[in-house]
């Protein structure tokens, strides 16, 4: 697994940066709502991933060289805005930790942290977007990317601080519907970019996937099924179709129903994003004609 | 003095590898590390088939990703124009190896940084050529201006072939005498 | 094994500190030192080199093809870096001698993590031979030199009283007498030799019975480069200069290209030389030539009008030939008996027409009779061969059939026109040494035994007690080629003092199982080589760049090209307990009670003196040759030999210090060279080497001694005999067509990763060459192979495994197997791992004792079991 680093990377800043927007989104509808889990959690997960991306590289100790190129390259602008990123939302959950009664600053804090986020996610995908792969090269990445942090966010927003944004329940599931559904446009656009490609490199990419689709089934089940099951939460329980479904049925004998529907959810689209960025990395083939 | 870079007259080329074992001579690379590799490629069904061999390395391009994607700056271009690479700045992430659309850069596992083609730059120094250059048996490789080789070789040298990305992309500083072969659609690599 | 590689490659200690250490002496220094490590240098080392390192000419010994410059970057003893020739400006009538990938392969070869350190015995081997069925599965014993020695001679000298000499069977490569243990040997009592025709095929006796030989040797019958631009047409069979004559051959085929010639290869691969070239493609099935070319004499006949189609020169086939027609029969014959009339079947009924030859060789019959009319007489042609198409059995006549087609169409013995064998490091490039090596001065031991046992022969006569005597297997006897006489013989020793015998003669399986028999065999090696692999003691030997110095180059002979002659040096000290071949024939020589001094009588310092002084180059005039090298009293001093000063064309010190001397050639200088030149203008004062002194198309003696010789018949003229294990073999019923149970042909192209055997252990170059087999697309997909999957190839004789290369360019039902592998057989199946070519071959002689290399059959099936790593995965033979 040598992507495993750039997985949790990606996976854990852009989940964090999603948990910060809904914050921010939450924050402006409840003024009195604090949010602590989701931002402490938004603050561990962007730590977490910080350092996972230091792992990805040959000599991590050298990590503050990257930081030298911010006008050319969109890898030092990813550095920039993650660390940035990360420590605003840092400062966020140090404070409320640390000195709760400073709403003010927090209150800034958070929407500044979520619109960095917002720019970071368009930089790291431009990093795949402009590097000479191209199974990259492809709009649907930015889509990929965005839908994985807003969707990511918001299910982990629900099941870390839903309670204190109960308006925001429903617009958080539908927000997670649409990064979703948005999601499978994507790729449909994506796969026939990749097929009709007369490119070396992007046909071996889509044999590559085509041979993975047992993983990239997967992907989508449990995509589709977090989603789902966070906007019919109602029908659950109702039919035994699918493992997912009698996990939760069996969840549901224990808990309140509908808070556990929310952890289940947030789980399955956790794991079908990081299978989603599993495979995002494998397909890479540069090209062809290449030295390696 | 104008932009540096190879000719590669494939149409003399015999496929030896003489030129990438003179490269993992000079550069003591490891197994799985090239910074100059020969390709075989086959064009046409029997009884009329044909085939070419492609010999690369860094091409030093004029527009090159890895020097603008690179964040330490250790890709960078050297005061002959050539592409150079500072072991001290380079982190090892990876990021021209994805930037690169000839796969130039090399990830060398034991020192955790990339490494790569630097056009022999220590021996050109010295007034000699890259040892690829002069090892060639078919004498197909050749380092310069690229103006005074194209003077040199005639107009119908090429920068891009079937294989290979689009010139634009990068500018690659590559002169490439093809064989006819070697520009129709869909080659077939063969492992030989 | 693999454990034990992991464990030295993950040890960091330095080349450099290794090297240090192995150069002190030290040859105890514990061995997980070296591993990989060897092949690795880091950048310092590097940097250093380039400033404070010394530039060696370091030798490049190898039955490869060329003969190259080499040069070693030495700091501290630690060769850093190699390059070739750059001792003047590079063109293409002046050429700097370009070594090739394998020769910048040397140091990772001589300083290989798995070059055998000490003498070893084979764990389970006593006096008599002990269990010898674990031969090539035995574990190793180190053990000292002196006990290696002692149990040699003492085995020697029982086999030797109870069997007799003729019972020690040495084999030192191409030729037993060419080691330095056949002195020691010699002076013992004598050996059982083996000789063989391997890289010539039927071109080892044919040429000189026909007349087809210039210079003494049969390849020599083409002009020189520079004539080569001159021709209009090149017509190339069985040719791969491109994988098989490094150097400059492939550069001077260019020029002629570039000169505007067109090329055409008649193959059964269309090869990386074709493809370069240009060439037309005549995919010929493999073993068919002569009946390719009946067929285009036949076209020839025909065809020909004197004004209006021009194809035959018959004032060429009246003058220099003999035994074309009724007309021009030997005395005595019978006039019927003439080639004009086999080919038109006059007599027997049978005309060689294309249509005829297209059923045997496969080529469509208008694409031979486009093929015979650009032979035609009023073109320059160059119509060259290599020896693949003459590695086949029953092939004795093709020699002459070639120089037929160039008698008919007049293309020998004038500017532009030739006709004839060009290979190796000579190849494009005919003419006479224009520097001559020289000699080393020591005396001749001759061997009193006279047996000498055919290639083809040679393991089961171990095996089975019996074999046919045909004479002495030295190539310059003149007991050569004698009748055939079958005898018994009891080999008890097989002394391999070089070479690679097992690997590269036909039948390994056969030969494996004959190792298996005898009571001792000894290999000298620097690797767990394959003759290694199945001995019971092994001595680590020493490369070239361990030894005084030497030379290459000089001799036409697998020797080098024309023009230069190469003078290497020393570059390291002997690497752990490797001694050379001589110390050991010397010191055995001591353990015998024999006079060391009678074998050796003055060193091998003194005998590169010899060599030195003796050799020659040729003067401005062209004809005329002087000394070649400057000697001076302080040489003489430096060197420590005994010699008188002499004056030649270079100082010794400049000669090594450029390691190359190399005649300056430009068009139209006196250098040139047209064969046949003098035998045209006057052909009584120049006889040929035939009985008649012409060009015989009908040839008594070749057609007497092949026949007396009794391995198979043939005909005094070029005649069309079915192969053995040919492509009609592929058939279970010919007539019906009807395919048998290995429907494939079998050939064996020189490859690029190695040089025959040598280099195949090396890392770089396995990493640059994979060695699959090639196999013609549609077949592979008609026995369900993907390209890179792995396959199954059984012949009669063996099974082997390789990964498929899926090419249009080969012919279909054509398998092509590359060269030289190192055999890996897996014992739990029997299955060769390795690929070796000679587990596919049998052991049958034809005619003057041919092995039939490129006349195989076989089978080829998808390999389910399990996928072949690729050979750059598999650990090294690393033993201690």
């Keep these: 697994m040598e992507n495993l680093s750039l997985i949790l990377f990606s996976i854990c800043i852009q989940a964090a940066i999603g948990i910060m927007i809904f914050v921010a989104l939450g924050k402006s509808l409840n003024k009195e709502g604090q949010f602590k889990p989701a931002i402490v959690t938004a603050a561990g997960l962007a730590i977490v991933g910080l350092l996972a991306s230091l792992l990805h590289l040959g000599r991590p100790l050298a990590a503050l060289n990257s930081l030298a190129h911010f006008g050319t390259s969109w890898l030092s602008r990813e550095i920039w805005f993650t660390a940035i990123f990360t420590g605003l939302t840092v400062l966020a959950a140090v404070l409320i930790l640390v000195k709760p009664t400073a709403k003010g600053a927090i209150n800034v804090l958070a929407p500044l942290a979520a619109v960095v986020g917002l720019v970071d996610v368009y930089v790291m995908a431009s990093i795949y977007n402009y590097a000479s792969v191209p199974a990259w090269q492809h709009g649907s990445i930015y889509v990929e990317f965005y839908a994985a942090a807003i969707s990511l966010g918001a299910i982990l927003f629900l099941a870390l601080s839903g309670k204190e944004a109960a308006s925001l329940k429903k617009a958080a599931s539908l927000t997670v519907g649409a990064a979703v559904a948005l999601q499978v446009a994507a790729m449909v656009l994506y796969y026939i970019q990749l097929g009709t490609s007369d490119n070396l490199a992007a046909g071996q990419s889509l044999a590559l996937l085509n041979s993975m689709s047992g993983v990239m089934a997967m992907k989508w089940l449990f995509i589709l099924l977090g989603a789902g099951m966070l906007m019919f939460p109602v029908g659950i329980g109702g039919t035994k179709v699918s493992a997912g479904q009698a996990a939760v049925e069996v969840a549901a004998t224990t808990e309140g129903a509908l808070s556990t529907t929310v952890y289940l959810a947030a789980a399955l689209v956790v794991v079908g994003q990081i299978i989603g960025r599993y495979l995002f990395y494998a397909v890479m083939v540069i090209n062809t004609v290449g030295l390696s | 003095m104008g932009k540096l870079g190879f000719y590669f007259d494939m149409e003399a080329c015999i496929g030896c590898r003489t030129c990438q074992i003179a490269c993992k001579d000079k550069n003591n690379n490891k197994i799985g590390v090239l910074y100059r590799r020969v390709r075989n490629f086959e064009t046409g069904v029997y009884p009329r088939p044909d085939g070419f061999n492609y010999s690369s390395s860094c091409n030093h391009c004029a527009e090159a990703k890895c020097v603008k994607g690179c964040p330490t700056g250790a890709m960078h271009y050297a005061e002959d124009g050539t592409v150079q690479h500072n072991k001290d700045k380079c982190i090892g992430c990876k990021y021209c190896i994805w930037n690169c659309p000839y796969g130039a850069p090399q990830f060398l596992e034991e020192s955790g940084i990339v490494g790569k083609c630097d056009s022999c730059k220590s021996l050109r120094d010295q007034g000699e050529n890259p040892a690829c250059v002069d090892a060639c048996i078919m004498r197909c490789l050749e380092f310069g201006d690229l103006e005074e080789l194209k003077a040199k070789h005639g107009a119908d040298l090429v920068q891009e072939l079937s294989v290979l990305p689009e010139a634009n992309l990068t500018e690659p500083s590559v002169l490439i005498k093809p064989k006819s072969c070697a520009m129709d659609a869909n080659p077939r690599e063969k492992e030989v | 094994m693999s454990s034990l590689l992991k464990k030295i490659t993950d040890n960091k200690i330095s080349r450099r500190s290794f090297l240090k250490a192995t150069a002190a002496g030290t040859a105890s220094l514990a061995l997980t030192g070296c591993g990989s490590g060897l092949a690795s240098v880091d950048g310092n080392i590097n940097a250093l080199g380039e400033e404070q390192g010394e530039w060696v000419s370091a030798a490049c010994w190898h039955n490869c093809g060329g003969r190259c410059l080499n040069k070693a970057l030495v700091v501290d003893g630690v060769v850093v870096r190699q390059k070739t020739d750059d001792t003047h400006e590079d063109s293409p009538d002046y050429p700097q001698q370009r070594g090739c990938l394998r020769g910048r392969s040397q140091r990772q070869q001589v300083f290989g993590a798995d070059r055998l350190k000490y003498p070893m015995k084979r764990k389970n081997w006593q006096p008599g031979g002990g269990d010898k069925s674990l031969r090539g599965k035995d574990e190793w014993e180190r053990i000292s030199w002196d006990e290696a020695l002692t149990y040699i001679a003492d085995e020697l000298q029982r086999v030797k009283k109870d069997y007799g000499n003729r019972s020690i069977l040495h084999i030192g490569g191409w030729s037993s007498r060419i080691t330095d243990i056949s002195r020691t040997l010699g002076l013992f009592g004598g050996y059982a030799e083996y000789w063989n025709t391997n890289s010539f095929g039927s071109w080892a006796m044919t040429p000189k019975k026909v007349g087809f030989l210039q210079l003494g040797v049969w390849d020599q019958t083409v002009n020189d480069r520079f004539d080569m631009r001159n021709c209009e047409t090149v017509i190339m069979l069985s040719m791969n200069p491109a994988w098989s004559a490094m150097g400059s051959s492939s550069w001077h085929y260019l020029q002629a290209k570039k000169a505007g010639a067109k090329f055409i290869g008649i193959d059964p691969f269309y090869n990386e030389s074709y493809s370069m070239l240009g060439a037309e493609w005549v995919p010929v099935r493999p073993s068919t030539d002569s009946a390719l070319l009946l067929a285009i004499a036949n076209v020839l006949l025909t065809k020909d009008h004197p004004t209006m189609n021009p194809l035959i020169d018959w004032d060429f086939l009246n003058k220099y030939c003999l035994g074309f027609d009724a007309d021009h029969m030997p005395e005595g014959e019978d006039p019927k008996g003439n080639f004009k009339d086999y080919v038109l079947g006059t ?291 430096e060197l420590g030999v005994t010699g008188k000063p002499q004056t030649g064309k270079i100082t010794y010190p400049e000669l090594k210090e450029k390691g190359v001397y190399q005649v300056k050639r430009s068009q139209g200088d006196n250098y040139g060279y047209i064969a046949y030149e003098d035998f045209v203008k006057d052909p009584e004062n120049n006889p040929l080497t035939s009985e008649s002194g012409k060009l015989e198309i009908y040839s008594r003696q070749l057609a007497k001694t092949v026949n007396d010789m009794g391995f198979s018949k043939i005909q005094a003229i070029p005649s069309y005999i079915p192969p053995v294990n040919g492509y009609q073999d592929t058939f279970q019923d010919w007539e019906s067509k009807a395919k048998g149970e290995y429907p494939y042909q079998v050939i064996n192209p020189h490859y690029l990763r190695r040089s025959h055997t040598v280099f195949d252990n090396v890392k770089w170059l396995q990493e640059a060459w994979h060695n699959p087999v090639f196999l013609n697309t549609k077949d592979a997909q008609a026995n369900g192979i993907g390209n890179g999957e792995t396959v199954l190839i059984t012949s009669p004789y063996g099974k082997i495994l390789r990964n498929a290369c899926l090419t249009e360019r080969v012919r279909p039902g054509v398998v092509a197997l590359p060269h030289g592998a190192w055999v890996d057989v897996d014992e739990k199946t029997g299955i060769d791992k390795g690929g070796a070519d000679n587990i596919l071959s049998g052991q049958v002689p034809t005619g003057q004792g041919v092995s039939g290399f490129n006349t195989g059959i076989a089978k080829i099936e998808k390999y389910s079991a399990s996928k072949l790593i690729s050979d750059v995965e598999k650990p090294a033979r690393i033993v201690f």
């Design chain 3, 347 to 637: 007599y027997d009924g049978v005309p060689k027409t294309p249509a005829w030859a297209s059923e045997i060789c496969g080529v469509d019959k208008v694409q031979i009779e486009k093929l015979a009319l650009e032979f035609r007489k009023d073109k320059k042609v160059a119509f060259l061969c290599g020896m693949a198409s003459a590695r086949t059995t029953n092939s004795d006549n093709l020699p002459q059939l070639i120089m037929t087609i160039g008698a008919m169409t007049g293309h020998m013995g004038k500017s532009g026109h030739m006709t004839g064998s060009t290979m190796h490091a000579t190849s494009g490039n005919g003419g006479p040494a224009l520097v001559c090596a020289g000699s080393n001065g020591l005396p001749g031991i001759a061997n009193p035994v006279d047996d000498s046992i055919n290639a083809g022969e040679v393991w089961d006569a171990i095996l089975t007690g019996k074999y046919t005597f045909t004479g002495s297997g030295d190539f310059t006897s003149a007991d050569q080629y004698k009748s055939g006489e079958q005898r018994d013989i009891d080999i008890h020793i097989i002394y391999h003092s070089g070479g690679a015998t097992l690997q590269t003669s036909d039948g390994m399986t056969k030969g494996i199982e004959a190792h298996r028999k005898v009571d001792l065999v000894v290999s000298h090696s620097q690797f767990v080589t394959t003759n290694s692999k199945y001995a019971d003691i092994v001595l680590p030997v020493t490369t070239e760049w361990e030894k005084v110095g030497g030379f290459s180059g000089g001799s036409l002979v697998h020797s080098g090209n024309r023009e230069m002659l190469i003078m290497y040096s020393q570059i390291s000290e002997p690497l752990f307990e490797a001694k050379s071949d001589q110390w050991i024939a010397n010191e055995l020589a001591k353990k015998l009670g024999l006079n060391e001094k009678e074998a050796f009588p003055f060193d091998e310092k003194q005998q590169f003196f010899n060599a030195l002084a003796s050799a020659t180059v040729v003067n401005e005039d062209g004809k005329t040759y002087g000394p070649l090298v400057t000697i001076t009293d302080a040489d003489i001093k």
